[in-house]
């Protein structure tokens, strides 16, 4: 079955800079690609996904890139806010939602 | 966003003590899901609904007992748990049956203690 690895754990950074959040999957099989943000005691949402057609998606300040060769995709956050810092979590699926398998979770912290 | 609502949000009980988790979508979904969360561990798919059946099971331990009336509600069974099944247990639900997946919708969960 699908495995996925997220890294960093824990990610902390200055407000205005940068943040990369990346993951690896391992079934070659696996076509859709979403990204969750889960503030203290809320539930998880959908901040963008990417399917495997595509090589990159952007949403204002949030992008995410996938190179299926290598079986890994990122999330990346421009000029963070304090208002970013949350767990943020990868996830991988094939044709349904029946194999989603998600990453470990990384918890950025956006320093002001 | 009321989409996916859950109750109750917090849940005390015994480990002998029979209890059920309640899952309710407002979103006109056709699959509902649960998933268990604990601390510094991925989500972990428990049980799939698809059209109202059960379209996976992911050896859930039979403590764990879920029911799809419909495909508006969905409930989690529980009885004689174990201290590890202290964890956050979520709820989603998706709109499936084309050719592409379409993302979850997950609701605020219910944070559950075993003594």
């Known amino acids: 079955g699908e495995n996925v690895e997220q890294h960093p754990s824990t990610l902390s950074v200055q407000e205005g800079d940068s943040a990369v959040i990346k993951c690896t999957y391992s079934d070659s099989a696996s076509n859709y690609f979403p990204w969750y943000k889960q503030e203290l005691g809320k539930r998880p949402q959908l901040i963008i996904d990417?399917?495997?057609?595509?090589g990159e998606k952007k949403d204002q300040r949030i992008a995410v890139t996938l190179n299926k060769t290598a079986k890994h995709f990122s999330l990346h956050i421009t000029e963070t806010q304090p208002e970013d810092s949350a767990v943020y979590f990868c996830a991988a699926s094939g044709w349904n939602n029946n194999d989603m398998r998600f990453g470990a979770g990384t918890r950025l912290t956006v320093k002001p | 966003e009321t989409g996916v609502t859950q109750t109750p949000r917090h849940l005390v009980m015994g480990m002998t003590n029979k209890k059920s988790l309640k899952c309710e979508q407002h979103l006109g979904h056709n699959a509902m899901y649960w998933y268990k969360q604990s601390a510094k561990k991925p989500l972990e798919l428990m049980f799939v609904y698809n059209f109202k059946e059960q379209t996976e099971n992911n050896s859930v331990p039979s403590r764990f007992s879920p029911e799809c009336p419909n495909s508006s509600h969905l409930f989690l069974h529980l009885h004689t748990l174990q201290p590890e099944d202290s964890a956050l247990y979520l709820c989603?639900?998706?709109?499936?049956?084309?050719?592409?997946?379409?993302?979850?919708?997950f609701g605020d969960g219910t944070r559950l203690s075993i003594l």
């Open positions: 989603a639900s998706s709109q499936e049956g084309g050719n592409s997946n379409q993302p979850q919708h």
């Open positions: 990417i399917r495997s057609n595509v």
